[in-house]
């Protein structure tokens, strides 16, 4: 193993603060990830990693050679990646919240391996907060807005939102004509999965925001049963009109105080800020960006 192959273990291991699963990372035996730790040590002199039976931490040498070796090991790669048409490569990890997913990347991929076919994508759905440092993720593409981090968060988009309810809801409840003639109805809860607060029914009224409480039998944290409770008569719900548009089509849904529209909503890329970003990364940032944008 050459040094620039032993400086992207040790930073795996900083960032994933384990030996054993940047072993899995790398796809390489932990025996072999801790002998290069130590190579390393050995060669420079100093400790870089305080180990314990559960934790792995740098030391302040650590996490300055920590630095040097994400600057190094980038301008290594924009430097091959500069010759002879040499295109990006290897695996990519990228949290996606899972309908987004399905509606904005998931239809483009095709298309992005094709351009890049040595990439390899390893895609979790979630809607928790994700540490992307500890849990070596790339970037994270994340719906609503954001708690305040240490992360670069690149607009990708603001999706337009609908109020929405079952036929059989409105037959039941009535279809109201404005937030006013909303008492005796009651709404799906959404809960925030970072937060475990319930999201407020809200309406833009004359450009001012508004929040009406309405009852909850019924709450959820993930946007697919959301709207499958919504389809049930369960309440009334808020959702993106791209999650929807299909329910609208056949009448499984119905939009209604079409006057008074949630507020929309920003998509969001996240990407850690002191890591220095791989071509692989930024070639799929720039791809993300475009098919967001032919989509929307």
Partial sequence: MDRFETMRVFTRVVERRSFTLAADDLGLPRST?????????ARLGVRLLERTTRHVAPTLDG???HKRCL???ADLEDAEG?????KPKGLLRIEVQGTLARHFLLPGLPEFFSEYPDIEINMSESDRWVDLVREGVDCALRFGQLPDSDLIARRVTILERLNVAAPNYLARYGTPKNPDALEGHRMVGLRSLTTGRLRPMEFLIDEKLRSVPLPVIMSVTGPESYLATARLGLGLVQVPRFHAEADLADGTL???LDAFPPPPVPVSLLYPRNRQLSPRVRVFIDWLMRAFGERT
């Fill in 82 to 86: 500069a010759f002879g048409g040499a």
């Fill in 63 to 65: 996490e300055a050679f």
């Fill in 254 to 256: 119905m939009q209604v």
């Fill in 71 to 73: 600057s190094l090991i």
């Fill in 33 to 41: 990830v801790t002998d290069a730790v130590k190579q390393i040590e």
